[in-house]
């Protein structure tokens, strides 16, 4: 379970193709800080560790990424160079400063407009049709892992304001026109629907 809260940006170092593609991550973590089988959520993927070494920044660990993940997230597109925003999961008694994210992505949305003022960032996000229902204006998404305000909302499109902190600590900051990125919703929206779901359904019998 992940806030949204991203505590440090990482970079791809390697990656290995095969059945299972896995990756070479260089965190800014102590090689001691971190055990087999942590999860740390990636551009808003949780992935878990199953390597560690020392490294003179922090580690180097490895994670591995299944095909059905790489198809459903932004992640097949990484290189080594790539970088991305990275948390390690909540802990029992941590304050909650975003919303709760589970690092599981919902779908891809793709970047529509970017506008920058007095070192804001105001971006315009295209999400999914089958995402567009579960985001509403002032409500909480997670794009590439950083929990955002939902400004308003047209049709399928969603308007975002990143401040300066957020857009000097993240990946954010890279965003134009045309650039993916992984989405995950509110999961109180996410239940919220079901739960009209099976009510409607059961007000039609």
């Given at each position: 379970m992940f806030?949204?809260?991203v505590t440090a940006v990482g970079e791809l170092?390697?990656?290995?193709?095969?059945?299972?593609?896995?990756?070479?991550?260089?965190?800014?973590w102590p090689a001691a800080e971190l055990v087999l089988g942590a999860s740390i959520a990636h551009d808003g993927v949780c992935l878990t560790v199953t390597a560690i070494e020392p490294d003179k920044s922090g580690a180097l660990y490895q994670v591995e990424v299944s095909p059905e993940t790489l198809r459903r997230t932004t992640l097949g597109e990484w290189t080594p160079g790539s970088r991305m925003n990275l948390e390690?999961?909540?802990k029992v008694g941590d304050e909650l400063g975003g919303h709760i994210v589970q690092g599981h992505v919902d779908g891809v949305g793709t970047v529509r407009a970017r506008t920058d003022t007095d070192g804001w960032m105001a971006l315009t996000v295209e999400a999914p049709a089958e995402l567009a229902p579960f985001?509403?204006?002032?409500?909480?998404?997670?794009?590439?892992?950083?929990?955002?305000?939902?400004?308003?909302v047209s049709g399928t499109a969603f308007?975002?304001?990143i401040i300066p902190h957020t857009a000097a600590v993240t990946t954010l900051s890279r965003l134009q026109?045309?650039?993916?990125?992984?989405?995950?919703?509110d999961i109180m929206a996410r239940y919220a629907a079901r739960l009209a779901a099976m009510t409607g359904a059961k007000d039609v019998k």
């Open positions: 806030t949204g809260i170092t390697a990656l290995e193709d095969g059945p299972v593609r896995r990756f070479t991550v260089r965190g800014p390690r999961p909540l985001i509403a204006e002032k409500g909480s998404i997670a794009v590439d892992g950083v929990s955002l305000t939902v400004n308003g308007d975002l304001m026109p045309g650039m993916r990125v992984n989405l995950e919703v």
